[in-house]
């Protein structure tokens, strides 16, 4: 199976499942703009320039759902560039980890915000007097 016929079989499945979609937003208004649209903004890893093979289809089936076609050329296209790159956007550093899914960085957030917190904080700032009824006088007394 070459890439043409590989991007032909994701827009034919991407097609049922617009179908699908497309039954639910009949069925309940609303459901596409409120349900589908954000999950599958998640599942595309849409934070990712360059994206991974494995968020090729949901992204195909959110390009979808807009108004803009979507053609088998394009498909193939971003096919065979997440497949050259393997997943890594141009110029990226290739350093682990440097193409996370939002929920891995998140977690690598909290491991890191674990090691700094052993680290001492910054004293805190001074809070401001407490205003009193008569302070609500924006100009600045002398």
Do not use: W
């Not at 309940?28 to 991974?52: D, I, K, Q, S």
């Not at 141009?90 to 939002?102: C, D, H, K, T």
């Not at 700032?125 to 007394?141: E, H, Q, R």
């Amino acid at each position: 199976m070459d890439n043409t016929q590989l991007a032909e079989l994701l827009m034919g499945i991407a097609k049922a499942q617009a179908a699908v979609i497309d039954a639910v937003e009949r069925a309940e208004p609303g459901f596409r703009n409120n349900h589908a649209v954000p999950m599958l903004t998640t599942a595309a890893n849409v934070r990712a320039a360059v994206p991974r093979i494995q968020d090729l289809p949901a992204r195909i089936l959110l390009r979808m759902q807009g108004r803009a076609a979507f053609d088998v050329a394009q498909i193939r296209q971003d096919l065979e560039a997440a497949l050259a790159s393997d997943g890594v956007s141009p110029g990226a550093s290739a350093e682990p980890g440097a193409n996370l899914s939002p929920a891995a960085m998140r977690a690598a957030a909290r491991v890191s915000g674990a090691v700094s917190a052993a680290q001492p904080a910054p004293a805190p700032t001074p809070a401001a007097p407490a205003a009193g009824k008569d302070d609500f006088d924006f100009i600045p007394k002398t």
